[in-house]
């Protein structure tokens, strides 16, 4: 790796031969339809990097000094990209006019929201990350996007923290998680379509970027198509409706502007009980003081509510099926859920844009605040309300440990089949006594984010440019529970039930609806990141060396003190400094001007995200131990094709994570203990490598098929350390160390698979398109090779121990741990996806309709999932499994069977 980084970097210094005389392209771009010029169209000679861009004529002049054969693309947001083979050979070439045809695939990226903004995954696995690959022309990123992205495939195996994302140069990735909430600006795709996306370690223009890859959203009216456009789109997925409004004016003496609003609801998702209610704002003016001078001042308000769904055994599964939702129920007949989440986090971005023919220079400023809730049943002294908790499913009663009881587990059976959903009646009376019994409360975090930044472009010459850049962010967020609904009782007791202890030693301990109780503590962070590259370009190869530094500091703030961690709840924690660095090159190598090699690499590291660093930052200030940052390697090596009917790209990627940490909580019966915990592993290494292909080739002038393979392997590369931190009392003292940890020593977890969605994924497609506007596509696929997400807990040594004699089991064997651990597979699955849609242009008004229905066959299969640590020894565990149906078994999620979208859209 370091080798070939060295490498990279010499040959921005090596000076070749000298190009050839200078050979201009011009031309002009129309409209097929309305035979308008088209401005800002993108034409670029594909395996060269020579770009330029039309004005407002629809002209275009490309100068280039290459000679052989190459495929010149043009391509413009909502338009059919042209694909045009060229000959140079050392004179002028004049194209004539151009035309290219609206896009009605455009309306995919509604399509793909209304698959992916569900987040099935929700807390317990990481959100997919489709949504990143929207700006896109890939055969293979777009196949991963709207064909694979219902069954939440990864591209890589990567989490979405790995790509990054901008607005107007403002990064919005959030130092919680590290991912970007696609939820502060959903609903407005008619305003975020301006994208530029960079794929893997692709060099951007105005980051060092994720290995993911980069997507950069400009919101500059200037960028967007005038006029005014109301779309309205039906569907069964995540919204039943949707509504949507955006007018855009021409740019007049320097000034334009857009607004555009939306509005998506459905009172019950194809998830029982999933409402969804949104609504989303937008508002941009932009003024340019000369040709070289502009500002745009951007409002974004994007509100989101909907209802959350569980992951759920497959015992519950084979009962009630795969819509099922333990978290609603009917109340005065109406759906009620328990588990909302509500995300209103409103921003203000201001830019200032120097552009010139040598130099670049965007600087902004950007302001973000608001609350993210997600409420949540309480329970004090009283039955667990979930209708789906194992005591009151069949399973309990043959698993009873005195021995199965099958008649009480046929009436287990019939009355969960009689009443599946949450009782909200039985809850009422229960708090008929003044003091709650149960609670409904909101998790809230409430968040303030100011970051300034500025971008510079510096063509230095002909064959050199450097880019650079700075950021500062500063975060605010103050988290705390607070009393949504009290339901009928007169106050909530702020007491730990299970210790008997203060939540808030020094508040009052009756609190009513709307009181912050539980747990109150602030996150301060801040990050200062820098970059620089430098990109150097020959006839017959190009090459790029970029470099990155940044600071964060992370630092808790109790303001409460807890009763159970006296000491340790209130006041400010250490500060958590992390200094970070990365480094990555690419080299490009033209065959000739339709086939070319590309190889890149990066070394970097990076701080830790906020919610692994501290060990439980509701009760108290305690650090992961010795916690340092992650370090990431990776190498990707990639062959593209670019003949007039056939082009593809295949690419091979190795990835190693390194040091990585995570925290999880859940209960467990352990043999160190039981009770609820904080898990913490370290030293965790990852590996992804893998293979790519996409292959798409034009059969007519109206058919065109494309094939997409993905092989990957994704697994744990190490054996982590594993302690655990005990909420009360449930842990012998003499397994406690100094630091109120619990040292599990490590998990031997080395070569199992990571739960990162599909490794395999292959797709056949065939599209249509009819000189008539109207167009049809069908694709196969084929998804296999998923896992749950392992428990970490159940390969330490606690799992041999018996709790109650602190030594091992005697049947607690090698070979019989080996079989009752094995990591299994989910279902392999093919899904057929069929899209369409029609457009019509009269009198200069634009119609157009989009449908589109994914998993025609109603196939029903696993997304997801992860393994119970509830038995965390290897008695419970076994005697857990011995009827078949387990009472902890994996808790899975389920894709979407049959579904449809349809939209149009009138444009004028």
Known sequence: MRLFIALSFTLFFLQGVYGQETVEIKGTVLSSQSQ?????????????????????????????????????????????????????????????????????????????????????????????????????????????????????????????????????????????????????????????????????????????GGILGTTYIDTRPSGLRPGMRISSSVSNRTYAGRVMATYTSAQEKGLAYSFSGSRRWANEGYIEGTLYDAFSFFGAVQYAFNDQNSINLTGIFASNRRGRSSAITEEVFELVGNRYNPYWGEQGGDIRNSRERKIAEPMLLLNHYYESEKFNLTTGIAYQFGTNERSRLGYYNAPNPDPSYYRYLPSFYINSPIGANFRSAQLAEEGFLIDPQLDWDKMYRANTGGKAAYVLYDDTVDNHRLSVNTIGNWNISDKLQGDFGLTYQQLKSDNYAQINDLLGAIFHEDIDPFSNTLNDLNGIVQKGEGAIFNYRYRIVASQFNSFAQLRYKRNKWNAFLAGNYSATNYQREGLFQNERFIESSLGKSEMVQFIDYGLKSGFTYLITGRHWITAQGALLTRPVVLQNVFVNPRENNQIVPDIMSENISTVDLNYFLRLPKLTGRLSAFYTRFQNTTDINFFFVDAGVGSDFVQEVLTNSDKLHKGLELGLEYQLSSSVKVSSVAAVGSYRYASDPDVSINFDTAGASEDVINPDGNIDLGVARIKNLNLGQGPQQAFSLAIEYRDPNYWWLKASANYLADNYANISTITRTQSFYLNPETGRPFPDATQE?????????????????????????????????????????????????????????????????????????????????????????????
């Open 36 to 208: 308008e010029p088209l401005r800002l169209v993108q034409v670029t000679l594909e395996s060269a990097g020579v770009t330029t861009t039309t004005d407002t004529m629809g002209g275009f002049q490309l100068m280039t000094e290459r000679e052989g054969s190459y495929i010149m693309q043009i391509s413009l947001q909502d338009y059919i990209s042209k694909r045009i083979p060229i000959e140079l050979e050392g004179n002028n070439i004049d194209m004539g006019a151009l035309y290219l045809e609206s896009d009605i695939t455009s309306e995919q990226t509604d399509n793909l929201i209304s698959l992916t903004d569900s987040e099935l995954f929700d807390d317990e696995v990481s959100a997919s990350s489709t949504a990143l690959l929207q700006g896109t022309r890939d055969v293979f990123l777009n196949t991963a996007a709207f064909d694979f992205g219902q069954a939440f495939f990864r591209v890589r195996g990567y989490d979405s923290q790995n790509g990054r994302v901008l607005i107007n140069g403002i990064p919005m990735n959030k130092f919680f998680d590290g991912r970007p909430q696609w939820n502060n600006w959903g609903g407005l795709n008619d305003v975020t379509r301006n994208q530029q996306f960079t794929n893997g370690l692709d060099l951007s223009d105005f980051t060092f």
């Open 816 to 908: 019989y741990v080996d079989k009752l651990l094995r990591q299994k597979p989910l279902d392999n699955f093919y899904l057929l996806n069929l899209v369409g849609g029609k457009s019509w242009l009269k009198k200069g008004k634009y119609l157009s309709v989009f449908a589109s229905i994914n998993n025609v066959f109603n196939t029903v299969f696993r997304t997801g999932g992860y393994e119970q640590s509830r038995n965390g020894n290897f008695e419970q565990l076994r005697q857990d499994n011995l009827s078949g149906v387990p009472s902890f078994a994996p808790k899975y999620w389920y894709g979407y069977g049959r579904t449809y979208f349809l939209n149009v859209a009138f444009s004028f």
